[in-house]
């Protein structure tokens, strides 16, 4: 039978430092992330064989993208109204980079947080040392460890397509990217912490549709009629989308898109904190 000394055990009881807990709930989420197939595709698939579709295939006018002169960039060398390739993905890159954001962050996070809570996940996890705001902040910086990968992947496809960015905007599209993150893990944490799993898998559905279509993404909101691009530009893709069409196209940070990201990113985290359930 081993002896011990006095004083050499001193057991600790307790939970982990709020430091610690944050770091392994934040790897456990990006792992369960990664293995989820239908997250993959997603976040990884579908914004870029929407940008190598586009880009490549002139099916849509895309219009002039931020900062190019009428005649040049639209129109192209060949002089065809939807412009050439390297026109078409100056046009469409800021907006594939917002619908990474909103993939990842609103409507990956949101199926999949209103499954775990379906499935009894996150009760399990409310019985824990683990308080509710660490799980929600774990949870985007989860997203943001993901989104690293898209912005790289989309930027690299986008610069083998011709895309020539205005760099001098890129720390103002970070930021622009940072807000929305921000916006979007909020929503989606809101509406999966709210309602059922199987409401919020058709919700969420539903609103990435539909935004992918009148959210900017695409189609600048300049080719819709005034009254209505006034009201589409207060949601956060089509805010974001044209944050980022004028950052990284004039080199500049336009405080419209990032005030409209910045209030829809402190009211939904505020919401969602407030009202999000265990079960």
Known sequence: MTAWAPGSLAPAPGPASESAMLRAQTLMELRLTLRRGESLLLVAVIPLVLLALF???PLVDLGSP???????SAGGPSGSPRGSTAARADALVPGILALAVMSTAFTGQAIATGFERSYGVLKRLGTTALPRRLLLTAKTLAVLAVEVGQVAAIAALGLALGWSPAWSGVPAALLLLLLGTAAFSGLGLLMAGTLRAEATLAAANLVY?????????????????????EVLGLSPLAALATGLREALGDGALTL?????????????????ARTFRWE
């Open 209 to 229: 549709v539909l935004l992918l279509v009148v959210g900017g993404v695409i189609f600048p909101l300049g080719v819709f009629p005034d009254g209505a691009a």
């Open 66 to 72: 931020a900062g190019s002169t009428p005649g040049s």
């Open 256 to 272: 419209g898109p990032a005030a409209v990201l910045a209030v829809w990113a402190v009211g939904s985290l505020s919401l969602a």
């Open 55 to 57: 880009a490549l295939l």
